[in-house]
């Protein structure tokens, strides 16, 4: 992290969204700079002093899964928070196997932008690595978080990136409890008190459950009542 204010990268080449990006992020106390297309932004990131990218997918040149490519490859550490087009989850799942740490999709609010902006550097400020190992298996499941694929006896099941996401976070606590809190602020990026007070978590943790279980149920995920949920691989 940059000695005093965050540093951001803004790549987005529609102009009035760049601005507005630039406008909201400075109000909310980072520093901005801002490139229009995928060249000026990989030049951006190279020169350094660079926080978090904010890096649009569809950029004229090079588009933002190949500057996100080519900064991996340089050894690029920042987190990039990408933004893609409303309901293309194959862009999403792209973007996290090149080495994305979030991603939003368009149109959102300011007050989700900043609160994923918040919580992708608290994670990269604690040193908290970002994901579990690459591979996880436990009995007839195999997991492959480059991938992105949850296989069950070799079929391939099928999950959204918030299930993968989820699923993640608890491989990487094992055997430790997570509270609902805690992955509503991971996960979707709410900020501590801010919570929904839907059973968004409860819904996944339950689809969760039914694509790794059988008729006999899922006994990975375990309820700890009144705080959330435990990944176990014991029966």
């Not at 293309?88 to 979030?102: S, T, Y």
């Not at 299930?163 to 606590?173: A, G, S």
């Not at 809190?181 to 709410?190: D, H, R």
């Not at 409860?202 to 006994?219: E, N, V, Y």
């Amino acid at each position: 992290m940059t000695a005093g204010k965050p540093v951001i990268l803004v790549v987005e080449d529609e102009p009035a969204m760049r601005k507005g990006l630039a406008h909201n992020l400075q109000y909310e106390g980072f520093e901005v700079r801002a490139a229009s297309d995928g060249d000026a932004g990989l030049a951006a990131a190279r020169a350094g002093g660079v926080d978090l990218v904010i890096l649009d997918v569809m950029l004229p040149r090079a588009d933002g899964f190949e500057v996100l490519r080519r900064l991996r490859g340089d050894g690029f550490m920042a987190p990039v928070l990408l933004l893609t087009a409303k309901g293309l989850e194959a862009d999403k799942l792209k973007g996290f196997k090149l080495g994305a740490d979030d991603y939003i999709t368009k149109p959102f609010s300011v007050q989700e932008l900043i609160a994923r902006v918040r919580a992708v550097l608290r994670r990269a400020a604690s040193g908290r690595p970002a994901a579990s190992p690459d591979r996880f298996a436990f009995r007839d499941i195999e997991v492959d978080f480059t991938a992105m694929e949850v296989r069950k006896e070799g079929r391939l099941l099928e999950f959204s990136l918030k299930e993968l996401e989820m699923l993640r976070l608890l491989i990487q606590r094992k055997g430790q409890p997570v509270t609902r809190e805690e992955m509503l602020n991971v996960i979707w990026g709410y900020e501590p008190g801010a919570m929904p007070t839907t059973r968004t978590v409860d819904t996944h943790i339950a689809r969760i459950r039914s694509k790794l279980g059988d008729s006999g149920g899922c006994d990975f995920i375990k309820t700890i009542h009144k705080v959330g949920y435990k990944f176990q691989d014991g029966g």
